[in-house]
Every structure is written in structure tokens, then in C-alpha cells.
């Protein structure tokens, strides 16, 4: 199996998506500019880490790479409950995204 079929991967990509097309109107200020970096930062990673994974095989290696995406996953998670705290965005989006991220 590819790496790319795996269902949690997809999930992870459609996220990517998501936050890509939010945080196209960030760039008024600089904490927001630096939010939608950082997040944007975080969810590549959880896909890269999935798939670097999955290129290991099996076992204990694998294994160390899914949990480094959850932990960026739940990075992704703080960054959009920090844009909602701030009021940054679209918040009824950002719940959309923080559903999506939590199913990945």
C-alpha cells in the first residue's frame, strides 16, 4: 500500500488545504502573519511525518514517526484555538478545520 491511500494521510492534506485557503487574509499584522506561519508549519508536518513513516516499513521506527504527526496535529489543533482566542479568521471555518484535524 502507498502511503498516499492511507486515509489518515488524505485527512492530513485536505487540513493543509484548509488552512491554506484561511490564511490567504492573515496578513494584516504581525501575530497574524506569525500564526498562520506557525500553523501552516505544523500541518505540513503532520502529512511529511506520515509518510516518512510509512517509507520506514514497520515496527518501532514507523511507530515513532506517527506519533511525531500526532504531536504535530495537536500543534495544528493549539494554533487554530489560538487564531479563534485572537479572533483571527473565519471562525465557523476554523471549527471546520479543528473537526477535520481531530478525524486525521
Known sequence: MDYKDLV????????????NKEVQF????????????????????V????AEGHGRHAG??????????????NEVDHWLNTALDCE????????EIIHLNNET
Open 88 to 95: 483571527i479568521g473565519n471562525s465557523q471555518h476554523l471549527q
Open 26 to 45: 492573515w496578513m494584516k499584522s504581525d501575530h497574524e502573519r506569525e500564526i498562520s506561519r506557525q500553523l501552516f508549519r505544523s500541518a505540513t508536518s
Open 47 to 50: 502529512g511529511a511525518n506520515i
Open 8 to 19: 489518515f494521510y488524505q485527512k492530513a492534506r485536505q487540513v493543509v488545504k484548509a488552512i
Open 60 to 73: 518501532l521506527e514507523y511507530i515513532h514517526y506517527l506519533l511525531i504527526a500526532q504531536g504535530s496535529a
